[in-house]
């Protein structure tokens, strides 16, 4: 079974995310109305997936008994084991992280875009 896509509104913004690097792209979903996602990153090679927790199957689940056995669809690792909240980590090379708290930013739907991410769900089996 292949890992599905799911289109979320996101608020793009341009920020500094580690020192030096400046005018990094960070995703922030837009929660409002019925909208309750989640990024989480794989910190082996930096993919975002989205978790939907108005989802019933993801109630009273942790990110990696989500996550389960699933493997990463970009470089195959499980992801239970490279599981990261995003923004609060950014894989931004090999060697570095950043960090964004999105904590000050408010939900500006005119600066925000529709983006497609793999969506987490519990009891996906490993991709074919």
Known sequence: MRMQKKEIRCLI?????AQGIYNYKVFLPLKSGWSNNSLVTCTNCGELFVI???????ENL?????????????????LSMYLADYPATIRISENQFGSFNDKAVFNQ????????????????KGLN
């Open 13 to 17: 913004k341009y920020e500094n995310v």
């Open 52 to 58: 939907d927790w108005e989802n019933p199957e993801t």
């Open 62 to 78: 942790s990110v990696k008994q989500i996550a389960g056995s699933t493997l990463c669809p970009t470089c195959n690792v499980v």
């Open 109 to 124: 739907e005119e600066e925000s875009e529709i983006v497609d991410f793999y969506e987490l769900r519990p009891s996906q």
